[in-house]
């Protein structure tokens, strides 16, 4: 197994933490690349959320990009992520008050998955099933969501291993190779290429909590991208390519210098992405985060 990117905290000159990133590239389900262990296992997370988005863009045909950028993000709540939330919950037939996802800040609609709800609600309008209880694992919404995610990473989703994620939806472990394999093969999919259209046209409504998603696919023209909770980023080129990094330990911060590393090793521009200035409370700089 080759040896994960070891990303070093310095205060100073000295190393304070190091957080390991494992990594792989693969394309058509072989590895390319790889730092650390290709196989480890984590959560997909919200990493999930332009797979899930796929059966949204195959059954309603009056859904637009917009619709389909914010079910695919996880957004920070600006007026016109919200916007666009609302939007797609009009097309649903559904409010604030049937989305299942909780509330963030006295609002569900604040709630960084409301988008993704918002779509889970017009497909069930669609396909006239129940809406309330959407979010339970038997619910045929999130068989069908399963069912997704399955067929991207051409596994069988009865020996998929399930959770509850943050939003109380159901979440998909697997080894980052499959993670990566999934995410490269979205536009091969009926779907696909809406989906990955749209969340290149909006990348203001990708915007979330962790922007290295947004900024991957605004450096890399063709790109998507999609971070997940617990420090995980998923993404794909237009070629084919994909690639999943995760921080062991889930610290976020360790991602950007990991990101501009992995690309690279993979001979692709970092862009934005390497050392971080480390800054005390007084915006001082006083060490940084980097690849050691």
Request: negative net charge.
């Amino acid at each position: 197994m080759a040896e994960p990117i070891s990303v070093a905290v310095r205060r100073g000159g000295t190393v304070e933490s190091v957080h390991h990133v494992h990594a792989v590239a693969v394309r058509n389900g072989e590895i390319l690349e790889a730092a650390g262990d290709a196989a480890f296992v984590t959560f997909l997370r919200s990493s999930a959320k332009p797979i899930q988005a796929l059966p949204l863009a195959r059954e309603r045909g009056d859904v637009d990009d917009r619709d389909l950028a914010i079910a695919s993000a996880s957004h920070v709540a600006t007026e016109e992520q919200l916007a666009a939330v609302r939007a797609l919950l009009a097309k649903a037939e559904a409010t604030e008050d049937d989305l299942e996802c909780g509330p963030y800040e006295g609002s569900r609609l604040n709630h960084n998955c409301s988008g993704k709800h918002a779509g889970m609600l017009a497909l069930c309008h669609s396909k006239g099933w129940a809406t309330q209880g959407y979010g339970r694992p038997e619910h045929p919404c999130q068989q069908a969501m399963l069912a997704e995610i399955a067929n991207a990473a051409e596994l069988d989703a009865a020996s998929m291993v399930t959770a509850i994620d943050g939003c109380g939806v159901v979440t998909v472990a697997m080894p980052l190779r499959t993670m990566a394999h999934a995410v490269s093969r979205i536009e091969r999919i009926a779907g696909g290429g809406a989906v990955a259209g749209a969340m290149r046209a909006h990348p203001e409504l990708m915007l979330g909590p962790v922007t290295l998603d947004t900024e991957l696919m605004r450096a890399h023209t063709g790109w998507i991208a999609k971070g997940g909770a617990e420090a995980l980023l998923c993404a794909a080129s237009p070629d084919g390519l994909g690639i999943a990094l995760k921080v062991e330990d889930g610290s976020a911060r360790a991602l950007r210098p990991a990101l501009g590393a992995f690309l690279a090793q993979l001979g692709l521009e970092p862009g934005p992405f390497g050392p971080v200035e480390l800054r005390n409370s007084r915006d001082d700089v006083v060490g940084s985060l980097e690849k050691m």
